[in-house]
């Protein structure tokens, strides 16, 4: 099992997103299973992969840190090309991903990868848990296409009041908090909301993010 693609993917697909995995957990995690799911009721077919680090913890079952960036990076920019080659033409291509996933994906963007029509980040790592003077947001600004966040206001990679006292972050296009919302979207017990909730929310705000794009926008 190389890859995870929802029903909607193909050369049919109006919008198609490459959904990297977290640093810890793999491409059929039950975030991962879950947010496809509702990605795809919202019209946008996804397709997800593991990075080699990943694929070798399948193979033997032995627990590693993730590769390094450039790595990482190359990895992604295989499966971008892949995925171009099987859609149409006219197909929006999307990356984005869980947690460092997605940091990847914007990663990849501040570098123009070509066919890339937007970043989806769910839960990105703007600092390590505990050290908030180590952020990683140094490439928004070089970020070739309109980007996307969707952040639990709980998440200790960043939290509302300290995401907030940032300013304005030049690259990224949106921002949307989800109330109550841990790293996995997941809510205290006392909360409406449930992690399930939460990710639906989350799809929803991805859906009219992409609408906005198909309505208009170019490449980067």
């Not at 399930?196 to 009219?208: K, S, V």
Request: charge should be neutral; aromatic fraction near 6%; proline fraction near 7%.
């Amino acid at each position: 099992m190389n890859r995870i693609k929802t029903k909607g993917y193909g050369k049919g697909a109006k919008s198609v997103m490459l959904l990297a995995h977290g640093a810890g957990a793999p491409m059929d995690s039950p975030f991962m299973e879950q947010l496809s799911d509702a990605l795809d009721r919202q019209g946008i077919a996804t397709v997800r992969f593991e990075f080699p680090y990943m694929v070798r913890r399948r193979e033997d079952g032995r627990k590693r840190p993730p590769d390094r960036m450039p790595v990482l990076l190359d990895s992604f920019r295989a499966e971008v090309a892949r995925v171009r080659d099987e859609v149409s033409e006219d197909c929006l291509m999307l990356v984005g991903g869980k947690s460092m996933g997605g940091r990847v994906a914007s990663m990849l963007a501040s570098e123009h990868a070509p066919g890339i029509a937007g970043v989806i980040c769910y839960g990105y790592p703007f600092h390590p848990p505990g050290k908030p003077d180590r952020w990683r947001i140094d490439h928004f600004s070089t970020v070739g296409c309109p980007m996307m966040i969707v952040q639990g206001t709980r998440d200790p990679f960043g939290k509302l009041e300290e995401v907030a006292a940032q300013g304005e972050m030049p690259g990224l296009s949106r921002l949307c908090w989800l109330d109550g919302g841990n790293h996995d979207f997941q809510t205290p017990a006392k909360h409406p909301g449930s992690q399930a909730t939460l990710i639906e929310q989350a799809a929803g705000e991805t859906g009219r993010f992409v609408q906005e794009l198909l309505a208009g926008s170019e490449l980067c």
